[in-house]
């Protein structure tokens, strides 16, 4: 009786564990998106936001002529929190106030080139409409089991950051790569051209050279019999 009653008390350590461990992983969300922003435009996003949060943004301009491109953040109020003229990538930070926040990307300075861009959102500290602190009421006998229920916690909320971490880091390292893989390709369609070109001159100088040395050997003088 006492070995069932101990399983009971783990059982439910643990299930009111998974409860907490799921809170605690709404309060930070991220998310990343890639568009093709066409020449001439300019494109704007919106995030709604709480008070005292925080609201991460990183992009890269992965594909275009210059890989540059305007950005911009704007405040709840419309007053202008970033600006960056001509970046290929930059990382702004923003600790919030209830609101929309805008950000936009704009091509408008480039009439020719349109831009593939990337950009990632990364929101902490968002806060959650319901309250689970009521999970204790349903934790009987924990004194039974030697553990803390809040080591755990702390466990899994370290595991959960740096597995965040890692996958942002990785998505980074994923924009970066196919931006260089587009200069690659570029310069290599522009290495090709150019040798083909210079291969054609090299055939019609060649050319000519020969004609020119054969006409200095031709006997150009009449022979009258």
Same mark, same amino acid.
């Given at each position: 009786?006492?070995?069932?009653?101990?399983?009971?008390?783990?059982?439910?350590?643990?299930?009111?564990?998974?409860?907490?461990?799921?809170?605690?992983?709404?309060?930070?969300?991220?998310?990343?998106f890639?568009?093709?922003?066409?020449? =001439?435009?300019?494109?704007?996003?919106y995030?709604?936001?709480?008070?005292?949060?925080?609201?991460? !943004?990183?992009?890269?301009?992965?594909?275009? $002529?210059?890989l540059?491109?305007?950005?911009?953040?704007?405040?709840?109020? =419309? #007053?202008?929190?970033?600006?960056?003229?001509?970046?290929?990538? =930059?990382?702004?930070?923003?600790?919030?106030?209830?609101?929309?926040?805008?950000?936009?990307?704009? #091509?408008?300075?480039?009439?020719?080139? @349109?831009k %593939? !861009?990337?950009? @990632?959102? !990364?929101?902490?500290?968002?806060?959650?409409?319901?309250?689970?602190?009521?999970?204790?009421?349903?934790v009987? =006998?924990?004194?039974?089991?030697?553990m803390?229920?809040?080591? %755990?916690?702390?466990? !899994? /909320?370290?595991?959960?950051?740096?597995?965040?971490?890692?996958?942002?880091?990785?998505?980074v390292?994923? $924009?970066?790569? $196919?931006?260089?893989? /587009? %200069?690659?390709?570029? #310069?290599?369609?522009?290495?090709?051209?150019?040798?083909?070109? #210079?291969?054609? %001159?090299?055939?019609?100088?060649?050319?000519?050279?020969?004609?020119?040395?054969?006409s200095?050997?031709?006997?150009?003088?009449?022979?009258?019999?």
């Amino acid at each position: 009786m006492e070995l069932l009653r101990t399983f009971v008390c783990v059982l439910s350590v643990l299930v009111s564990e998974r409860f907490v461990a799921l809170d605690a992983f709404s309060q930070s969300m991220d998310s990343d998106f890639t568009f093709t922003l066409p020449a =001439g435009r300019k494109e704007c996003f919106y995030q709604t936001m709480k008070e005292d949060a925080s609201l991460e !943004i990183e992009y890269q301009v992965l594909d275009g $002529a210059g890989l540059d491109v305007d950005f911009f953040i704007f405040s709840p109020s =419309g #007053n202008v929190l970033f600006s960056d003229y001509h970046k290929s990538d =930059g990382v702004h930070t923003v600790e919030t106030e209830e609101g929309d926040y805008m950000f936009c990307f704009d #091509n408008t300075f480039s009439s020719l080139s @349109e831009k %593939i !861009i990337f950009f @990632e959102l !990364i929101l902490d500290n968002v806060e959650v409409d319901e309250d689970h602190d009521d999970w204790k009421e349903y934790v009987h =006998g924990t004194d039974m089991v030697d553990m803390k229920l809040e080591d %755990i916690m702390d466990t !899994i /909320n370290s595991v959960k950051a740096r597995l965040s971490k890692s996958v942002q880091i990785q998505t980074v390292l994923r $924009a970066f790569e $196919a931006r260089d893989r /587009n %200069i690659q390709e570029s #310069n290599f369609d522009r290495v090709n051209l150019w040798s083909v070109i #210079n291969l054609i %001159i090299m055939m019609l100088v060649s050319a000519v050279q020969v004609y020119v040395v054969r006409s200095l050997f031709e006997d150009k003088r009449k022979i009258r019999t």
